[in-house]
């Protein structure tokens, strides 16, 4: 047993602790009345409050600490298990917005008018991944004490936000992962407050979307999409990480931008590569796959 005295009172309190928590010390630092250019100088600041220390260059490896511990501490505080991690499009637009917009690309050259065209044929994945998500969210499953297949997204708008949205309509919490970007990057609003998290480095955001993620539901995106996706398909293919359900949405689109078959035949990945992943166009096929995986209940 140890003696320590609370300054405060004065008087002595058994406790296994013999420091006071960094936050006590934090504030006995505040409360000193003396103002000194010793005091006033930025060397004399407590390092873990010195921001623009902690935002130094040799401070990376520290920062990759935090983004590393701060979304698993809070996640595992939430009693997230595991996460149906759904990536996909910022851009595709929601169903309902579908009938404006192609009547706002009337006068457009003809170009553009082919891209809102294109965009708005994909809107049915906004559906779709809002049902998924309502889907899986419905079940509410729960093991070892901790919920499983939260809904997790980039925290954006389109497909992230389908995701969130279907949810938040479940009643049920879901997760955010947004990214600092030059341009405004802000989380949608159906992202539960408390589980929306925001990243400097990219590949963080990544490792957090795969760390707890038990199936990954792929719909129609750009670069940010592909690299999530070829990277996941990258860790399992090279054994770095276990099998899991890998759903992707709209055989379309992607067989023609990208050709699975041609990178087999071309022998760069063997054709039993091309299972890693299923083909989906409807959230309960999706759900059907990762009950048959998981054996659980469709």
């Not at 047993?1 to 505040?30: C, I, L, V, W």
């Not at 750009?222 to 054994?239: A, C, P, V, Y």
């Not at 760069?268 to 759900?287: N, P, Q, S, V, Y």
């Amino acid at each position: 047993m140890n003696d320590t005295t609370k300054p405060e009172t004065g008087k002595h309190e058994r406790t296994a602790r013999n420091f006071y928590k960094a936050e006590e010390e934090a504030q006995f630092s505040k409360s000193q009345p003396h103002a000194t250019p010793q005091t006033q100088d930025p060397a004399y600041e407590l390092a873990f409050q010195d921001r623009d220390f902690l935002l130094r260059e040799e401070l990376r490896p520290v920062r990759f600490q935090l983004e590393l511990l701060k979304p698993e501490m809070l996640l595992d505080e939430a009693g997230v298990g595991s996460m149906l991690v759904i990536y996909g499009s910022a851009r595709i637009p929601p169903p309902h917005s579908v009938e404006t917009a192609l009547e706002g690309a009337d006068d457009l050259p003809e170009p553009e008018r082919r891209v809102v065209k294109n965009l708005a044929a994909k809107a049915k994945y906004y559906q779709e991944a809002y049902n998924l998500a309502r889907l899986a969210s419905e079940k509410a499953i729960v093991e070892d004490g901790k919920r499983q297949f939260v809904v997790c997204s980039g925290g954006g708008p389109s497909i992230m936000e389908a995701a969130n949205k279907g949810a938040f309509d479940a009643g049920a919490e879901s997760i955010g992962l947004n990214i600092v970007l030059p341009h405004e990057q802000a989380p949608n609003s159906y992202v539960t407050p408390h589980l929306s998290f925001q990243f400097h480095y990219f590949a963080l955001r990544k490792m957090h979307f795969l760390l707890r993620a038990r199936a990954v539901a792929v719909f129609p995106g750009g670069f940010g999409t592909f690299d999530e996706f070829f990277e996941l398909l990258t860790l399992i293919q090279t054994g770095k990480m276990k099998p899991m359900p890998i759903l992707l949405f709209g055989k379309e689109f992607w067989t023609r931008v990208i050709d699975f078959e041609a990178l087999a035949d071309e022998g760069t990945i063997g054709h039993k590569d091309l299972e890693l992943f299923r083909w989906c166009e409807t959230a309960e096929e999706a759900w059907g796959h990762i009950a048959d995986f998981y054996k659980i209940e469709r």
